[in-house]
Every structure is written in structure tokens, then in C-alpha cells.
């Protein structure tokens, strides 16, 4: 084994691309292995990998890791991108929490009925302009760079990448943000996160047609 982490899970975005943005963003090479059979995540679960019969699954430091939530707090905590004491880390998580409640709605989006689409379109915009993006918008404007202690953390890595899912779906999201378009800047020039947004990195495209069949025929019964 080469030592670097090993990502299980479907080839597209799902609940492992933030892990895949952390590793990133911390400068971390990872291999990935994608599940293409529903054979494949059966014989997981029967050789007892899978804690609660659930992917992702990140293999690091000798841990055969589930849960999104756990994955990205220790990957945080291990290359420093966790703050620097308790308040901080209060602070990141209730930030990460908020981001992953509207990254919630879009990871289900692609899995809508079309009839849905349009209103479920108009809730996540709703929610980006109304409740989500103010919050972030009003730290910055404080004349930091960065959300907490100014220092560069997972709550950054967690919204550039949500601001990028939105802006996919609603290009004009940040019109009415000027701190949130200039974080969107410094974000995407700082070096690790500048490679991951270039093409042929381990970034996965929005989900396709193939990828909603793959899904739903691996994990719907």
C-alpha cells in the first residue's frame, strides 16, 4: 500500500467530494476506488468494512473510516485546518453544519422527480441569497480573509466548494455578495485548491445522467 489515503465510493460528487476537496486543499495525493456493481458494495458490507453498511469509506492511518461528518473532522484536525483551540472549532463546526444543510439540498437535486426541479431550484436559491450566503458574507466583511481566526480551515474549503455547486445551478448567486466574489477569488488562486479546480484533477464533474443510474442501481434495493 502506498501509504496515501484510499477513497471508496461512486465515481462522481455525492457525500465524498468534500473529502475529496479537504484532501485537496490540504495538498494530499489520495487514490480512489469506484464502485461500479451493486456486487461491490455488497461484498463490503459482507467483509465487515462498511461500520454501518454506508460509504463513503476512507482507508487512512491504518482506519477503515464511514461517516462523511467523522471523515472530514479528523482529515481537518490532522493537517491543521481545525482552529487552534475549542471556541474555534465551535465556530468552524457550526459553519461546516450550515454549509452541509444547504449542500444537502443540492446533492438530492439531481435525484428529484422532474416535476420537482423547478421549485426545488427556487428553494436552493431561497436559501443560498436569504439564509446561508448573508452569514458568511458579514464575517468577511470584517476585513478578514479567511472565516475563523483568519487563518485558512475547513470551513473556507467547505464554502469555496459550495459557492461553486451553487454558482453551477444559479450564476448569478453572488451578485449581490462582493465579499463572497472576493473570497471566491482568493480561494480559487490559492495554490492546492487552483490545481484541484483544473482539469484532469480528482474534482468530479456536476452529476450526469450515468452517474444517478450507477447510484441508484448500487445502493436502491
Given at each position: 500500500m502506498s501509504g496515501k489515503p484510499r477513497l471508496t465510493y461512486c465515481n462522481g460528487r455525492g457525500r465524498m467530494e468534500p473529502v475529496r476537496w479537504l484532501l485537496a486543499a490540504a495538498g494530499v495525493e489520495f487514490e480512489e476506488v469506484f464502485l461500479e456493481?451493486?456486487?461491490?458494495?455488497?461484498?463490503?458490507i459482507k467483509d465487515g468494512v462498511l461500520m454501518f453498511q454506508q460509504v463513503p469509506l476512507v482507508e487512512i492511518d491504518g482506519m477503515k473510516m464511514v461517516q462523511t461528518r467523522a471523515i472530514l473532522s479528523y482529515i481537518a484536525g490532522k493537517y491543521n485546518?481545525?482552529?487552534?483551540?475549542?471556541?474555534?472549532?465551535?465556530?468552524?463546526?457550526?459553519?461546516?453544519?450550515?454549509?452541509?444543510?444547504?449542500?444537502?439540498?443540492?446533492?438530492?437535486?439531481?435525484?428529484?422527480?422532474?416535476?420537482?426541479?423547478?421549485?426545488n431550484l427556487d428553494s436552493i436559491k431561497d436559501r443560498a441569497i436569504n439564509r446561508y450566503f448573508?452569514?458568511?458574507?458579514?464575517?468577511?466583511?470584517?476585513?478578514?480573509?479567511?472565516?475563523?481566526?483568519?487563518?485558512?480551515?475547513?470551513?473556507?474549503?467547505?464554502?469555496?466548494?459550495?459557492?461553486?455547486?451553487?454558482?453551477?445551478?444559479?450564476?448569478?448567486?453572488?451578485?449581490?455578495?462582493?465579499?463572497l466574489q472576493a473570497f471566491k477569488i482568493r480561494m480559487s488562486n490559492m495554490p492546492t485548491i487552483k490545481k484541484f479546480l483544473q482539469p484532469g484533477s480528482p474534482r468530479k464533474p456536476p452529476p450526469d445522467e450515468c452517474y444517478i443510474e450507477t447510484v441508484l442501481k448500487i445502493f436502491k434495493k
Open positions: 456493481t451493486r456486487e461491490q458494495y455488497e461484498k463490503l485546518l481545525y482552529g487552534k483551540d475549542l471556541k474555534e472549532r465551535a465556530l468552524i463546526d457550526m459553519y461546516v453544519e450550515g454549509i452541509t444543510d444547504l449542500m444537502q439540498m443540492i446533492l438530492v437535486f439531481p435525484f428529484s422527480p422532474p416535476e420537482t426541479k423547478e421549485k448573508p452569514v458568511f458574507e458579514k464575517v468577511l466583511k470584517h476585513g478578514q480573509d479567511f472565516l475563523v481566526g483568519n487563518k485558512f480551515s475547513w470551513a473556507d474549503v467547505q464554502l469555496i466548494e459550495a459557492i461553486l455547486a451553487v454558482e453551477e445551478k444559479i450564476p448569478a448567486v453572488l451578485s449581490g455578495f462582493p465579499q
